[in-house]
Structure formats: structure tokens, C-alpha cells
């Protein structure tokens, strides 16, 4: 089966300027997340949806940062405007179900430098 | 969510087999064991999971403490694809939060 898809693979850009990611998770998987993960630690949760619908976005910086995933397949990830903190790979993952215990499949990042 | 203690960074011979502890003290009696580990410029990957009794897949063996405050990744033979690193994670699988892992080295 086809793999989490995420696009761009790299991006540069300046500070105060917006950016956007974009991911499409594998068919069928209902769960989807958003995670950021700096230089150094584990990756950190953003979002999670579950089909259309936004589950947990309490560690999403909402001053800055948006998600959607209109049509419950694939979804995006903005960033209005970058700061330099934001440099890091965001990473896209889904799963079945929540409460998919054998594991999520994740994408291979987004890598945002902003400079 | 319940934390876990991993050492930051380990090394292995190639060829020989390696055990990765991690300590989760605080584990409830709902949470799964999970273990992913992440590849250089990739996302991570899973690995195994366990509840209670140790378990055996084609990548590893999970060994869980009786008490459940403990268990052990054994990678049987390690080879230097392995070098990564990896995440000891307890929860339900609604959502996992990730630690700094093991930094795992593989010497040829």
C-alpha cells in the first residue's frame, strides 16, 4: 500500500513570510496528525483529526499556525507569519482508528528552515 | 500521559544483539508499550507493541517486567540499517507523545 505522501520535502523562507504543507495520508485511514518535530528532540503533536473533524489541537500555536482537512482525506498545515523557532520538520502521520494500537504510519517530513 | 526514561544514546557491534531499556514507572493498567524508532531524514517507523506478555516480531522482541515498570527491545542481530534513533512510548494509541529516545549507534 501506498505510503503517507508529504509535499514540499524542503522549504526556505523568511521570517514573517507564510508557508504551507501538504499531506495525504494512506486510503482509508480516518486519523490523521500533525506533528513538529525540532532539531535535537522527539517530534511534538500539533493536531489530530478524525475524518474532517479536529480531536486535540491544544498543542497547535493557533496566533500562527492552521490546519484543515476539508474532504477527510488529505490535509494542510500553515504557517502565518514564520518565525525563526519554526524551523523544524513537520510531520504527517495517520492511523485506522484512534485507538489504533499496532501504530501510526508517518510521512517523511517537511523540512522549514526560516532564515 | 504517562512518561518514560530512555538513555539518550547507546552503542552496538554489528552482528550482535542489542537491548534497549526504557523505564515507565507511572504506567496505568490501559496503556500499551509502543516502540518506533527513526531513521536519518525519515519519519519514524513502528516497530512493536505490548500490553503484558513479551512479544516477537520480524524486527524485534518486546520482554515487559512483570510489574510492567519496565521493558526491553532486543534487537537480536543488529546491522547498521538499525542505527537510529528510538522512542519508547506508552499509551492507549489515540495519541503518542514522543521523548528524545536512544540515539543508537551500529559499529561495523
Known amino acids: 500500500e501506498a505510503g503517507v505522501a508529504q509535499s514540499p520535502r524542503y522549504k526556505i523562507i523568511e521570517k514573517r513570510q507564510s508557508v504551507a504543507f501538504w499531506c495525504n495520508p494512506i486510503s482509508g485511514h480516518a486519523t490523521l496528525y500533525w506533528y513538529q518535530q525540532i532539531l535535537g528532540q522527539g517530534p511534538k503533536l500539533l493536531i489530530q483529526f478524525q475524518n474532517n473533524g479536529v480531536v486535540d489541537d491544544s498543542q497547535l500555536p493557533k496566533d500562527r499556525f492552521s490546519a484543515e482537512r476539508l474532504k477527510g482525506v488529505d490535509s494542510t498545515l500553515k504557517i502565518q507569519p514564520a518565525k525563526l523557532e519554526d524551523s523544524a520538520v513537520y510531520l504527517c502521520?495517520?492511523?485506522?482508528?484512534?485507538?489504533?494500537?499496532?501504530?501510526?504510519?508517518f510521512g517523511s517530513g517537511t523540512r522549514l528552515t526560516v532564515v | 500521559d504517562a512518561k518514560t526514561t530512555q538513555p539518550n544514546s547507546m552503542e552496538s557491534n554489528e552482528e550482535e544483539p542489542v537491548h534497549l531499556p526504557c523505564n515507565h514507572s507511572t504506567i496505568s493498567g490501559t496503556d500499551y508499550i509502543h516502540w518506533y524508532r527513526q531513521l536519518p531524514s525519515q519519519g519514524p517507523e513502528y516497530v512493536i507493541h505490548g500490553l503484558t506478555s513479551n512479544v516477537n516480531n520480524r524486527m524485534a522482541s518486546l520482554a515487559i517486567a512483570e510489574d510492567r515498570k519496565s521493558s526491553t527491545l532486543i534487537l537480536h542481530r543488529a546491522t547498521l540499517r538499525d542505527a537510529a534513533v528510538y522512542y519508547c512510548?506508552?499509551?492507549?494509541?489515540?495519541?503518542?507523545?514522543f521523548g528524545t529516545g536512544t540515539s543508537l549507534t551500529v559499529i561495523p
Open positions: 502521520a495517520s492511523s485506522p482508528r484512534p485507538g489504533w494500537v499496532v501504530g501510526y504510519t
Open positions: 512510548i506508552l499509551g492507549t494509541g489515540n495519541q503518542f507523545y
